[in-house]
């Protein structure tokens, strides 16, 4: 039961990067990035073509891709999600979707459907004695990559000056900008930030699970419910129920295995009944 708890944290490291990024980019624009799914996809398929192609390592993969689909984040708010968003907000949630499938469809023609091999790097190939039970070290070395992305994240947000600013302008854009400060020049590498957290996600996914096209399809519907289940707009909210979510999911598939595909389903639909906006959503959008 413990081995599939620390399973459950594994997969919940995913979750967690994954809502943390879509977190973000909802509290700054209040933008549904249904393209999320396709941007992760997209640092475990980066991370491949490095190796395959041009033999860059996964531990020169692991900075450079989420860099870079950081930077085409910026370029596509700055040219798309930008100019929509003062229309109605179904427009950017149209385009997205739209970006999701044409990303999609574009590694499907280059590479087929078919899962494409990634090797776990030599370093982290062997197995970690937690006193219990042994643990593959890949596994391992995600979850604390996972762990340290969101504290800093969190002491970012919470201990500086840039942190400041940016909760003030996801929870008070229009008090913070009669303060003098210019919310409009934050939006955008925030929602940079977002895609490169996704990307992050990615990479680390490569060596564990299968490198495909449907990757980011098969699991950015798990992760809205995280968002969800957190509170929109929730930073704390969402990574803590990235790793409750992946916990949950994982005891299940332990005890209940018939159930396991819809508790965290259930799990979001008891907590919109106990509390509408989501476990941290009423907090934070107080302070």
């Not at 798309?80 to 999701?100: E, S, V």
């Not at 469809?105 to 004695?129: E, F, M, W």
């Not at 008891?270 to 989501?278: I, K, S």
Request: net charge positive; charged share 10%; glycine share 12%.
């Amino acid at each position: 039961m413990l081995q599939q708890a620390f399973n459950g944290l594994v997969s919940g490291a995913f979750y967690a990067l994954l809502a943390l990024g879509l977190s973000i980019i909802f509290g700054m624009l209040h933008v549904v990035n249904f393209a999320h799914g396709a941007f992760y996809m997209l640092g475990a398929f980066g991370s491949y073509v490095l190796l395959d192609s041009f033999g860059v390592s996964f531990w020169l993969a692991l900075p450079l891709v989420p860099i870079v689909l950081g930077v085409v984040g910026v370029v596509l708010e700055r040219l798309f999600i930008q100019r929509l968003a003062p229309l109605d907000p179904l427009y950017n949630f149209l385009f997205t979707f739209g970006l999701a499938l044409i990303l999609q469809d574009l590694v499907k023609r280059q590479y087929g459907v078919q899962s494409q091999p990634y090797p776990r790097p030599s370093a982290l190939r062997g197995s970690i004695d937690l006193g219990l039970f042994t643990y593959p070290a890949y596994q391992v070395f995600v979850l604390g990559v996972s762990v340290l992305v969101c504290g800093a994240v969190w002491v970012v947000l919470t201990r500086t000056r840039v942190g400041m600013i940016v909760r003030a302008a996801t929870e008070r854009p229009e008090l913070t900008r009669a303060l003098g400060i210019d919310v409009a020049r934050w939006v955008t590498p925030v929602f940079g930030f977002g895609v490169a957290l996704a990307g992050l996600a990615g990479v680390l996914a490569a060596p564990m699970r299968a490198v495909n096209p449907l990757m980011g399809s098969d699991l950015i519907i798990t992760v809205f419910a995280v968002v969800v289940i957190g509170g929109l707009g929730s930073v704390f909210g969402s990574v803590a129920a990235g790793f409750t979510v992946g916990l949950v999911s994982a005891l299940g598939y332990y005890y209940v295995p018939s159930l396991s595909q819809t508790l965290v389903f259930i799990l979001m639909a008891a907590v919109l009944l106990w509390r509408p906006a989501g476990l941290f959503g009423r907090e934070e959008a107080t302070l």
